[in-house]
């Protein structure tokens, strides 16, 4: 899964639709003595997370199953679009260096003023000031405050990125944030004011640009310098080409994988965690709380070690022997979730908010798929041969939910739009045939369908595609999760039933990161048509802002259109609560990318664990706070 940038506070939308809840099992509440947790009921979930424990909270250490094929790669609070992941931020860097905002809890996607570094944002001006004002509680761990000038110092270096790339900052789109940025002012030492040039919905800017780490502030007591053994930089303020000097070298820090953990710079942090060891060829590390931590949940846990697997097997495996203390479960393994609730672990399951998608490459000119696939009559068949019940049930065995555009059924959200509860391209061979017969192709069962009436009119292929054109493409998937592979294979196999000749090609997250994403790779802009790493997880204002609208840094395959231009502008420089649900409706039935079923993320922990329900559900969500754990002794 994909981090992808967009924000907002939950709000009541005008439909709030829900379909057939995922399968459920469930694990036996704990029972006896006055601390014992009761179990809590999650619509849409499989097993449970109970209250937590009452009585003695003691500490230890942790051991946290990373799952295969997604080693941490970035540590830098300014993440470029090739690095972009959930697993780079949410697991990792957000332990050490939190964001202004946070924006999540549990299953509930709304902010989190506790654990928020600021207070609210207050806006004026027509919704083009904005002032954040950070907490006195918060500190780095250094003993120094955190100040409008970190805040302020991480967005020059922003500015400074994407100046030399737009791919440099995950979440920049030419004529935003920070383009649309006039001036920053300080009133206080405490206190930043951005100054706009234009109106943005509140809760947009506070989720999005504010929050989900966007920006973070910096310790910028530490950080501005332009060398290791060189002075301090203390005209960055003023100074843009030294705010690109500052940039560079802290990239060049960051890409030395191997000195993370010993690297000076990474010691001073203001999350709840620092790091202490980090194995930069398996990605293994190792958190021990920072004692300065001025957050509400001061960590019992000692020591949070993420242990990686090379396979999910591997990490079945350990789950089985007992050997690790939190893990999450593969789809293949469901019918064994008795079994491990039986050696004393506890499970729960629920898919993230964001959405599952096989992305396709409107600018791999291979073949002339970048032709084809800016026809939605292709993208409609092809949205056919995706049999979505059958891979909820026999993939994911039931742990799921069929999904048809860019907001989730579950978990349980205000922004559902009503056409999106139904499927409106089933599965159905004969519709995908007739689409491409009534579009002058020649289809070929078994075969290669063949463009046989070239042009633009109707009946014809569309501007373009020569006559002769096969219907002939590459698809690269990430070989882990499992499913995956499984999805795709199908996939090509209901293709080749209508003529599509889709060559399956594997790789892993990672690489495919940071060399299948158009803007950030464009030399691999022909390398690719369609790929499958994952998907893209949602902020709680779930606008595909910084996804799919025309020029964006997280832009995968450089899908254009101006109607979700439109939408998408809609979404966030307004206050409108219907706009986001606009947006959405449109996505479904214009199809970007290739919507797929949502499965469950399921997590189990060992029952002498406990904490809020909340810290559990986070899991499903792709966020770790173990901060929030404790070990309760039974």
Not at 118 to 141: E, H
Not at 391 to 404: I, T
Not at 504 to 509: E, R, T
Not at 629 to 634: D, L
């Amino acid at each position: 899964m994909r981090k992808r940038i967009a924000g907002g506070i939950a709000l009541a939308a005008a439909s709030i639709t829900v379909l057939a809840a995922c399968s459920s099992s469930s694990v036996p509440p704990t029972t006896g003595g006055s601390g014992a947790a009761a179990a809590v009921i999650v619509p849409g979930a499989i097993g449970q997370v109970y209250t937590a424990a009452k009585g003695p909270e003691t500490g230890g250490t942790i051991t946290w199953a990373e799952q295969p094929g997604y080693a941490p790669t970035w540590l830098l609070p300014v993440t470029a679009a090739g690095y972009n992941s959930v697993f780079n931020l949410y697991t990792f860097e957000w332990e050490m260096y939190r964001p202004t905002y946070w924006t999540n809890n549990g299953l509930s996607n709304v902010l989190n003023p506790e654990m928020s570094l600021a207070n609210p944002a207050q806006f004026s001006d027509g919704d083009r000031t904005v002032s954040i004002t950070f907490k006195s509680t918060y500190r780095w761990s250094d003993g120094t405050p955190i100040t409008a000038d970190d805040l302020m110092f991480d967005i020059d270096l922003i500015k400074a990125a994407v100046t030399a790339s737009p791919a440099d900052w995950s979440g920049y789109t030419p004529g935003n944030f920070p383009s649309d940025l006039a001036r920053m002012s300080e009133p206080n030492a405490r206190t930043l004011v951005l100054h706009l040039t234009k109106a943005v919905n509140p809760l947009f800017f506070t989720e999005d640009i504010l929050g989900q780490g966007p920006t973070n502030p910096l310790p910028v007591q530490t950080w501005a310098r332009d060398s290791v053994n060189g002075p301090a930089v203390t005209d960055w303020k003023t100074n843009p080409a030294d705010d690109l000097k500052i940039y560079n070298f802290l990239i060049a820090q960051n890409k030395s994988l191997s000195t993370y953990a010993t690297n000076p710079l990474w010691k001073v942090v203001d999350g709840p965690y620092k790091l202490t060891a980090f194995n930069s060829t398996t990605g293994g590390y190792t958190l021990t709380p920072n004692p300065s931590y001025g957050g509400p949940h001061a960590p019992n846990v000692s020591t949070f070690q993420a242990v990686p697997f090379t396979s999910e097997t591997a990490e079945f495996t350990a789950l089985l022997a007992q050997s690790v203390d939190v893990a999450q479960v593969p789809l293949t393994d469901v019918p064994e979730l008795k079994r491990v609730a039986g050696l004393g672990y506890r499970y729960f399951g629920e898919p993230d908010f964001g959405f599952e998608a096989a992305f396709y490459n409107f600018q791999d000119k291979t073949g002339d798929f970048d032709n084809i696939v800016d026809k939605l009559y292709f993208r409609q068949a092809m949205q056919h041969l995706e049999d979505q019940d059958l891979w909820v049930r026999k993939l994911f065995y039931g742990a799921g939910s069929e999904a048809y555009g860019p907001i989730p059924v579950f978990p349980e959200n205000g922004f559902l739009p009503s056409d999106a509860a139904s499927n409106p391209y089933p599965f159905s061979l004969s519709a995908a045939t007739t689409l491409l017969k009534d579009n002058g192709w020649t289809v070929s069962q078994g075969g290669t369908d063949v463009c046989s009436s070239p042009g633009a009119g109707a009946g014809d292929c569309g501007a373009g595609i020569p006559a002769g054109t096969k219907l002939a493409f590459n698809l690269i998937f990430a070989s882990a999760p499992g499913f995956i592979s499984e999805q795709m294979t199908d996939l090509v196999s209901q293709a080749s039933q209508v003529g599509i000749h889709i060559t399956l090609q594997s790789s892993n997250f990672d690489y495919m990161l940071s060399n299948y994403v158009d803007p950030s790779a464009p030399d691999n802009e022909d390398k690719w048509a369609m790929e499958d790493f994952g998907g893209e997880g949602d902020s709680p204002y779930p606008t595909t802002f910084g996804v799919f609208n025309t020029g964006a840094g997280g832009q995968i395959g450089d899908y254009n259109d101006p109607v979700a231009n439109q939408r998408i502008n809609a979404s966030i420089s307004s206050g409108d609560p219907l706009a986001v649900g606009n947006e959405a409706s449109y996505l479904t039935d214009e199809l970007p990318v290739m919507w797929q079923p949502d499965q469950d993320l399921i997590w189990a922990w060992k029952s002498n664990i406990s904490g809020s329900p909340e810290s559990f559900e986070n899991l499903t969500q792709y966020y770790a706070t173990p901060e929030m754990w404790y070990f309760t002794g039974s």
